[in-house]
């Protein structure tokens, strides 16, 4: 799927020429992205971004994931998208970032004073692409002890502040995935915004749409793979596309492909909780199905560490369980769809239809 047709061209021509390994510094291709100002895509050029809507987002999105290159693009843009919302100074996000969402229960702030720092304790699990970050951008709840209502997003440096250990591990795709301990960590004010309650849910929102974006990048290039296999490999003295069963398969990978395409398109035209959602459930079920049936259709070749397939595969089968299982995401949907009475709000979510009556099914009550 192309979300921004200007763009495409580029991204392809950049990440064309990205390393084959995934082990290799990609730092030349980090300084490549930030001279670009990829990674700031979506930050008005008033608050000293270059501008771009949730599209050009996307695109860049689904060219990490059709071209499998190992930099935090994705995060590091989703982090300074967070603090230009909040008014806090993009520069933070400057170098390479990422951004923590503490699920409820997982860690909490509070306010020293008035005016003065906060203090973040607890434990938020799989942090993409931690401690390999300059910046680490938290979104948090306040403590319920206290007066004060919304989000906290306050920005830390993982290698430099006292309090702050980290546990380091690693993805599937073999992608940095760390654990951040927070033990009544001091953040200056300057460094922290208050937010509305619901910006937390739209931080994930934009994170479930880009994700989704990045896994159908992976898909169309794991789907363009089989095609070319299925075509040039020989069995039986014809192609493997000319088998009955083969043909089946490759046409059920190409509706996951097209389904998964179909998902983000209404995500992208009618933004919203339910619509990201959809589309980020739809992407995990697709993840899935494409990368069984690429290596089914490809053999122990797609196997091998020559292979392309495997970038790809991986990519997939970590992402598709990342900020939340496909069941999480379908219980979004469930409840967005059932917020109100009658087949209304499923009605608005399928069609885009907004009559007075439903008009709240989209932000309707959703666990974290």
Same mark, same amino acid.
């Given at each position: 799927?192309?979300?921004?047709?200007?763009?495409?061209?580029?991204?392809?021509?950049?990440?064309?020429?990205?390393?084959?390994?995934?082990?290799?510094?990609?730092?030349?291709?980090?300084?490549?992205?930030?001279?670009?100002?990829?990674?700031?895509?979506?930050?008005?050029?008033?608050?000293?971004?270059?501008?771009?809507? $949730?599209?050009?987002?996307?695109?860049?999105?689904?060219?990490?994931?059709?071209?499998?290159?190992?930099?935090?693009?994705?995060?590091?843009?989703?982090?300074?998208?967070?603090?230009?919302?909040?008014?806090?100074?993009?520069?933070?996000?400057?170098?390479?970032?990422?951004?923590?969402?503490?699920?409820?229960?997982?860690?909490?702030?509070?306010?020293?004073?008035?005016?003065?720092?906060?203090?973040?304790?607890?434990?938020?699990?799989?942090?993409?692409?931690?401690?390999?970050?300059?910046?680490?951008?938290?979104?948090?709840?306040?403590?319920?002890?206290?007066?004060?209502?919304?989000?906290?997003?306050?920005?830390?440096?993982p290698g430099g502040t006292p309090g702050i250990a980290v546990e380091v591990?690693?993805?599937?795709?073999?992608?940095?995935?760390?654990?951040?301990?927070?033990?009544?960590?001091?953040?200056?004010?300057?460094?922290?915004?208050?937010?509305?309650?619901?910006?937390?849910?739209?931080?994930?929102?934009?994170?479930?749409? $880009?994700?989704?974006?990045?896994?159908?990048?992976?898909?169309?290039?794991?789907?363009? $793979?089989?095609?070319?296999?299925?075509?040039?490999?020989?069995?039986?003295?014809?192609?493997?596309?000319?088998?009955?069963?083969?043909?089946?398969?490759?046409?059920?990978?190409?509706?996951?492909?097209? $389904?998964?395409?179909?998902?983000?398109?209404?995500?992208?035209?009618?933004?919203?909780?339910?619509?990201?959602?959809?589309?980020?459930?739809?992407?995990?079920?697709?993840?899935?199905?494409?990368?069984?049936?690429?290596?089914?259709?490809?053999?122990?070749?797609?196997?091998?560490?020559?292979?392309?397939?495997?970038?790809?595969?991986?990519?997939?089968?970590?992402?598709?369980?990342?900020?939340?299982?496909?069941?999480?995401?379908?219980?979004?949907?469930?409840?967005?769809?059932?917020?109100?009475?009658?087949?209304?709000?499923?009605?608005?979510?399928?069609?885009?239809?907004?009559?007075?009556?439903?008009?709240?099914?989209?932000?309707?009550?959703?666990?974290?």
């Amino acid at each position: 799927m192309i979300f921004d047709a200007d763009l495409r061209g580029v991204v392809d021509d950049v990440f064309g020429d990205a390393p084959a390994a995934d082990a290799v510094d990609a730092s030349s291709l980090w300084r490549l992205v930030s001279e670009l100002d990829w990674p700031l895509v979506g930050v008005p050029e008033e608050l000293g971004g270059p501008g771009g809507d $949730l599209a050009a987002a996307a695109e860049l999105a689904a060219g990490t994931g059709r071209h499998a290159v190992p930099v935090p693009l994705v995060e590091t843009g989703l982090a300074a998208w967070a603090l230009a919302t909040v008014a806090l100074p993009v520069a933070a996000a400057t170098g390479r970032a990422t951004v923590a969402h503490a699920s409820l229960g997982q860690a909490e702030a509070r306010p020293v004073g008035s005016g003065g720092p906060w203090r973040l304790a607890g434990t938020i699990p799989d942090v993409r692409w931690l401690p390999a970050v300059d910046r680490v951008v938290v979104v948090v709840r306040p403590a319920e002890v206290t007066a004060v209502d919304g989000t906290v997003v306050a920005v830390l440096d993982p290698g430099g502040t006292p309090g702050i250990a980290v546990e380091v591990g690693r993805n599937f795709a073999d992608e940095p995935l760390g654990t951040l301990r927070l033990d009544g960590v001091a953040v200056p004010a300057h460094a922290v915004a208050l937010a509305p309650a619901g910006f937390a849910r739209d931080v994930l929102d934009r994170a479930a749409l $880009l994700r989704a974006a990045a896994i159908a990048g992976a898909v169309e290039r794991a789907c363009e $793979l089989v095609k070319e296999h299925v075509s040039t490999r020989r069995q039986f003295g014809r192609p493997l596309a000319a088998l009955a069963p083969v043909g089946q398969l490759v046409a059920r990978l190409a509706v996951e492909r097209d $389904l998964l395409d179909a998902a983000l398109a209404v995500a992208l035209d009618r933004p919203g909780h339910a619509t990201a959602a959809a589309a980020r459930a739809v992407a995990a079920a697709c993840a899935g199905a494409v990368a069984t049936g690429a290596h089914q259709l490809h053999g122990a070749i797609g196997l091998t560490q020559e292979h392309p397939l495997h970038r790809l595969t991986r990519r997939l089968w970590a992402w598709r369980d990342e900020d939340g299982s496909q069941r999480r995401w379908e219980e979004l949907v469930g409840a967005a769809v059932l917020g109100g009475e009658g087949d209304d709000c499923l009605w608005s979510l399928v069609t885009g239809a907004r009559p007075p009556a439903v008009a709240t099914c989209d932000r309707a009550a959703v666990p974290d």
